[in-house]
């Protein structure tokens, strides 16, 4: 008899990152709060975990960060205020964005060491059971959510799973990589190898790893050990290939486009796609874009 995989329960959003692609804006502001239309990055990424059943929602935090706990907080001098105005749709907004009391936990990184080390501070919150992991700069616009789709292949495969997507050859330099093997259906594969930020003429793949992950606990073990790898940095992809020794991994090719926030021009294409995809902006601001292009030179 097979068991059924473990529940999700618990996701990490790692945002202890220096943001230095986004400065000025960056310096006092966490690039997790810059918004898209009207809301922070972040809150997608925890209303996208939440429409997937997590129920406990860890963020790794760093120096400057304080204003991504306030915005998860109870504002309540400005809900009481908007409550007795009757201004309930806004009040209503607001008590619906954040996690119920005690189901956000923050720890902080302490030093910015890269991605693994921010994964590992996590681990004492997570315990021994799989967990997701989410980037929140990279923005994924899907229905249903990537993590949803992550966590119904993950139901069905168990293991660790990596979301996957395909990017032009000539940047695979900026991503980690994922070689394929087996085919389980159209959408879900076999990882045999993964690298972070190979050469172009050495990746196995343009199949980069999109920001989601569903993973086992045991990849703690091997981020308590992990050296610094590229840029210097203490890599998850290090860590997840010696698992893979270990482990099966699933590449899973989410139905979505990914919007990366922590570039510029990734975060003004999530601000257009977003403001095109709302009803009550998009008939406004259709024409003024429309506009700006024809009069816009390159
Ligand atoms: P990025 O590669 O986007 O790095 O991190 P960054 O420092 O945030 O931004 P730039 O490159 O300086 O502009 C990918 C993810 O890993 C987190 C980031 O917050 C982001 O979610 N991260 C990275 C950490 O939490 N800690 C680190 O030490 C590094």
């Known amino acids: 008899m097979t068991t059924a995989p473990r529940k999700i329960r618990k996701i990490v959003f790692p945002v202890a990152g ?28 925890v209303e996208e ?12 935090t760093g120096r400057g960060k304080g204003a991504i706990e306030d915005h998860f907080d109870m504002a309540f001098e400005l809900e009481s205020t908007l409550k007795a105005r009757g201004k309930t749709a806004s ?22 060491l890269g991605l693994g080390h921010a994964v590992w501070c996590a681990r004492e919150i997570i315990g021994a059971e799989p967990f997701a992991l989410s980037l929140p700069d990279m923005l994924i616009q899907s229905k249903p959510g990537c993590m949803a789709q992550m966590i119904e292949t993950y139901n069905a495969r168990g293991g660790n799973v990596v979301a996957v997507e395909e990017v032009p050859h000539e940047h695979v330099n900026r991503y980690g990589v994922c070689a394929l ?34 993973l086992q606990p045991e990849i703690f073990a091997h981020l308590e050990k992990q050296k610094p790898g590229a840029g210097g940095e203490i890599q998850l992809t290090d860590s997840m290939i010696s698992l893979l020794g270990e482990q099966n991994f699933s590449a899973y090719k989410f139905d979505g486009t990914t919007y990366d926030c922590g570039d510029k021009v990734g975060y003004l294409s999530a601000n257009v ?26």
């Open 181 to 214: 093997g087996e085919t389980f259906n159209e959408r879900t594969h076999a990882i045999t190898g993964m690298v972070e930020k190979p050469k172009i003429e050495d990746a196995p793949s343009n199949l980069i790893i999109s920001g989601r992950y569903i």
């Open 273 to 298: 796609a977003y403001a095109l995809d709302r009803p009550d902006l998009a008939p406004a601001f259709r024409p003024i874009l429309d506009r700006l292009t024809k009069s816009s030179h390159p």
């Open 18 to 45: 220096l943001g230095t692609r986004f400065l000025p804006a960056t310096k006092v502001i966490p690039k997790e709060m810059l918004t898209v239309v009207d809301k922070p990055v972040i809150q997608y990424a």
């Open 91 to 112: 009040f209503e907004m607001l008590e619906g964005s954040r996690p119920p009391a005690g189901a956000a936990s923050f720890v902080r990184q302490q030093e910015p």
């Open 49 to 60: 975990a939440i429409e997937a059943g997590i129920e406990h929602f860890v963020f790794v």
